[in-house]
T-cell receptor
């Protein structure tokens, strides 16, 4: 079974804090993704990575950064958390094949509240 | 126009009914199409990929209409356990997909 794990299910932080969200997958997937999910807005891509040390901006990268030092681990960093970053954060991974997109496997999500 | 659009619902249907959802996409070059299911407070999970020829998995049938740029999901003989939010996802290349906002289905006893 593919397993994608996220470091926390629930997290409460204060405005201005630096926040690290960790994601680990055990299926040797090349691609990893970070999304946030908000009511009425659906899943929005923040950043993705198709290889170690590679990263690409998604649709809403502002206020976020990422790190991929190992193939199995993809970290999302909120440099200075703000209340509008309160959301459900979902990590996903998939195989890399030429041209087409593949099934993404999601972690259980981290519900982040910024006070 | 949004890249991927879905009717948010909710669709309230009785058990045993047939229900269909559509999802429209704007990028005519899209190559990959999927339906995901998301239960309340859970992560999305792949329900089925959508192929050009259409595909069926038990009570679920997915179809692609490239000319009109939409995909559909048909659920026959609805069960209470089908209650969930159904997300369509469209791949425009380079490994990314764009998700719709989801259609909520509630199957009523």
């Amino acid at each position: 079974d593919v397993k994608v794990t996220q470091s926390s299910r629930y997290l409460v932080k204060r405005t201005g804090e630096k926040v690290f969200l960790e994601c680990v997958q055990d299926m040797d997937h090349e691609n990893m993704f970070w999304y946030r999910q908000d009511p009425g807005l659906g899943l929005r891509l923040i950043y993705f990575s198709y290889d170690v040390k590679m990263k690409e901006k998604g649709d809403i990268p502002e206020g976020y950064s990422v790190s991929r030092e190992k193939k199995e681990r993809f970290s999302l960093i909120l440099e200075s958390a703000s209340t509008n970053q309160t959301s459900m954060y979902l990590c996903a991974s998939s195989f890399l094949t030429s041209e087409q997109s593949n099934e993404q496997f999601f972690g259980p999500g981290t519900r982040l509240t910024v006070l | 126009r949004k890249e991927v659009e879905q009717d948010p619902g909710p669709f309230n249907v009785p058990e045993g009914a047939t229900v269909a959802f559509n999802c429209t996409y704007s990028n005519s070059a899209s190559q990959s199409f999927f339906w995901y299911r998301q239960d309340c407070r859970k992560e999305p999970k792949l329900l089925m990929s959508v192929y050009s020829s259409g595909n069926e998995d038990g009570r679920f049938t997915a179809q692609l209409n490239r000319a009109s740029q939409y995909i559909s999901l048909l659920i026959r003989d609805s069960k209470l356990s089908d209650s969930a939010t159904y997300l369509c996802a469209v791949g425009g290349g380079y490994q990314k997909v764009t998700f719709g906002t989801g259609t909520k289905l509630q199957v009523i006893p």
